[in-house]
């Protein structure tokens, strides 16, 4: 049933809103991620100097201080909604497939998830506040320690991370005896939740939802906080380091992820229309004033 988002029918009854058909261009997939470096290009550019940023800075020392700092969430008291709407002021420097505020992005992946998982509310929400933890950009916190993928500290970094060994050379961890081995400061086979990975959205906002006792089933968890962890979802790498069980949590990401990635496009939805379906689901899983 398709009703227009004005209609009495969509006002009384918020699942009858009218959903963007499609919210993603048919962009071929190997067009996304692509990092070419390429300074004469404004974006390609910006691109690689978050990277570059993040990876000289990322240290196992600063992965500690950002925890210190944000876990205790006392910064700010808001709702989801307040929160996310923060994000109509960000465009995520890291990302080479969009240069559009990131609420737009929230909810591209929302919608795409709706369509494909309709009867899994939990899985909507999830798309829509993925990247909700990229609010610490509006408290003193450079990008480059905010967004794009994470990897591990505290051991020899990962072959498949963006840009590469030539990105960390001035990273003091590099040439610490102590963290630039396979293993470092990790047992063999010591599991993902283990791991201490670089500092960003993904950590904060799992560890917020925990904070407030949100009530999303274990798997939008893990989506949650590995949705970034491209060197080990994509990439393979790590696998030293894995244990029993840790494939099934790549196996949600997975499942998250081609939505998370994939719906990046011009097709913006209509984001007014679609806020009270998602405001009934944020009353359902994590209502109220929330502390960041």
Request: aromatic content about 14%; hydrophobic content about 35%.
């Amino acid at each position: 049933m398709k009703v227009k988002p004005d209609s009495p029918v969509a006002l009384l009854d918020p699942s009858l809103l009218l959903r963007p058909e499609k919210v993603y261009d048919d962009k071929p997939i190997e067009a996304f991620r692509d990092y070419t470096i390429d300074d004469s290009d404004p974006i390609r550019e910006r691109v690689k100097r978050t990277y570059y940023e993040m990876h000289s800075n990322m240290t196992v020392d600063f992965v500690k201080s950002k925890m210190e700092k944000w876990l205790k969430f006392n910064h700010f008291k808001s709702t989801i909604k307040d929160a996310l709407i923060k994000l109509n002021e960000l465009v995520d420097e890291s990302d080479p497939d969009t240069d559009l505020p990131n609420i737009v992005h929230a909810f591209q992946t929302a919608e795409k998830i709706r369509e494909d998982y309709p009867d899994d509310d939990w899985f909507h929400l999830t798309g829509l506040i993925h990247d909700l933890g990229k609010v610490m950009a509006f408290y003193n916190e450079p990008q480059w320690c905010v967004v794009g993928d994470t990897f591990v500290v505290g051991c020899k970094w990962g072959k498949n991370v963006v840009y590469g060994d030539d990105s960390f050379k001035n990273n003091p961890d590099t040439y610490n005896t102590k963290y630039n081995t396979d293993y470092g400061m990790y047992q063999p086979n010591c599991g993902l939740e283990n791991l201490m990975l670089s500092w960003g959205h993904d950590e904060y906002l799992y560890r917020f939802l925990i904070h407030n006792k949100a009530k999303l089933p274990k798997e939008a968890f893990y989506m949650i906080r590995y949705h970034s962890f491209y060197p080990w979802h994509a990439g393979g790498d790590y696998q030293h380091l894995l244990k029993e069980g840790d494939e099934k949590i790549r196996e949600s990401v997975l499942k998250f992820n081609r939505y998370d990635l994939y719906t990046k496009s011009a097709a913006i939805p209509d984001v007014e229309a679609l806020w009270p379906y998602y405001e009934s689901l944020i009353d359902k899983y994590m209502p109220g004033i929330l502390e960041f």
